[in-house]
T-cell receptor, first 117, second 115 residues
Framework: AQSVAQPEDQVNVAEGNPLTVKCTYS??????LFWYVQYPNRGLQFLLK??????LVKGSYGFEAEFNKSQTSFHLKKPSALVSDSALYFC???????????????FGGGTRVLVKP | DTEVTQTPKHLVMGMTNKKSLKCEQH?????MYWYKQKAKKPPELMFV?????LSINESVPSRFSPECPNSSLLNLHLHALQPEDSALYLC?????WGQGWNEQFFGPGTRLTVL
């Protein structure tokens, strides 16, 4: 079975400071990993994904994430946070060993990010 | 066009009403999804359509009835709902169901309140 953990319910950071949102995963084989962001009363927006190759993935709005296979982690990072980055962030995994699962994602519980001016 | 649209944005219905949610995408995606999301929780998958055929039903109660009239449209018919069904209903699409590396594109959702 595949699972995702986001150990922090909320992350507070001052504007201009680095932002990190943590994600760890568990899969049987190799993972496809995704980050989505959700602004209040909106749907989820895709930020970035890791499929294979370079462990550092760059995405939308200045976000990046580093895939670490030994630590089974895929932490989301932004060098300088903006107030507008305040939102709910979801990490998701899809285990491609389980082919019958198709494109079914397993989401983490979400991390609320609050960036203060 | 990289947008998934959903109508209506808000819906209030009684437990005896029949209503429908609508979702549309024009990205040529062949997989479409319905999710239910409670406040501050991750989305929960309800249904998956692949090439207009129902591929996944996550043991959803029969008071929710999905329909995929064509490759661009997805409906969710609602009947005899319960107050606990109140939630944000999200539609999503992706290029193919069987290609797990494809990201899903989400619509803005319909906020449903069942009285």
């Amino acid at each position: 079975a595949q699972s995702v953990a986001q150990p922090e319910d909320q992350v507070n950071v001052a504007e201009g400071n680095p932002l990190t949102v943590k994600c760890t995963y568990s899969v049987s084989g190799n993972p496809y990993l995704f980050w989505y962001v959700q602004y209040p009363n909106r749907g989820l927006q895709f930020l970035l994904k890791y499929i294979t190759g370079d462990n550092l993935v760059k995405g939308s709005y200045g976000f990046e994430a580093e895939f670490n296979k030994s630590q089974t982690s895929f932490h989301l990072k932004k060098p300088s946070a903006l107030v507008s980055d305040s939102a709910l962030y979801f990490c998701a995994v899809r285990d491609y060993v389980i082919k019958a699962a198709g494109n079914k994602l397993t989401f983490g519980g979400g991390t609320r990010v609050l960036v203060k001016p | 066009d990289t947008e998934v649209t959903q109508t209506p944005k808000h819906l209030v219905m009684g437990m005896t009403n029949k209503k429908s949610l609508k979702c549309e995408q024009h990205m040529g995606h062949r997989a479409m999804y319905w999710y239910k999301q409670k406040a501050k929780k991750p989305p929960e998958l309800m249904f998956v359509y692949s090439y207009e055929k129902l591929s996944i039903n996550e043991s959803v109660p029969s008071r929710f009835s999905p329909e995929c009239p064509n490759s661009s449209l997805l409906n969710l018919h609602l009947h005899a709902l319960q107050p606990e069904d109140s939630a944000l209903y999200l539609c999503a699409s992706s290029q193919e169901w069987g290609q797990g590396w494809n990201e899903q594109f989400f619509g803005p959702g319909t906020r449903l309140t069942v009285l």
